[in-house]
């Protein structure tokens, strides 16, 4: 099976900062791309970022522009997030997601992680 495991929430005060990591594992061929979406209470889930493989081409979605950095390493199947300038409003659960290929050939399958917390507060 494949797993996708988060790490790096937690609580900080506006206009710090925080890095989440996302580390895929199990039945991996290759990775077509990563990101990260994030659901506040009340609200719909919503794309964060994202990053393809090959040439690694983002994109971020408008509030987190110049405030969001998403990577990834290729050899450890890892994307990460830096936040930065956080606000009250990127108060949300984060989840990793990756399009996954698990053997040559197969169909591309999207995965998630767990969640995890990111609380921006005073």
């Known amino acids: 099976q494949v797993q996708l495991v988060e790490s790096g929430g937690g609580l900080v005060q506006p206009g710090g900062s925080l890095r989440l990591s996302c580390a895929a594992s199990?039945?991996?061929?290759?990775?077509?791309?990563m990101g990260w979406y994030r659901q506040a209470p009340g609200k719909e889930r919503e794309l964060v970022a994202r990053?393809?493989?090959?040439?690694?081409?983002?994109k971020y979605t408008d509030s987190v522009k110049g405030r969001f950095t998403i990577s990834r390493d290729n050899f450890k199947n890892t994307v990460y997030l830096q936040m930065n300038s956080l606000k009250p409003e990127d108060t949300a659960v984060y989840y990793c997601?990756?399009?996954?290929?698990?053997?040559?050939?197969?169909?591309?399958?999207?995965?998630w992680g767990q969640g995890t917390q990111v609380t921006v507060s005073s």
């Open positions: 997601n990756a399009e996954i290929v698990r053997a040559l050939l197969a169909v591309p399958t999207d995965y």
């Open positions: 199990g039945n991996i061929y290759t990775i077509n791309s």
């Open positions: 990053i393809s493989s090959g040439v690694q081409s983002t």
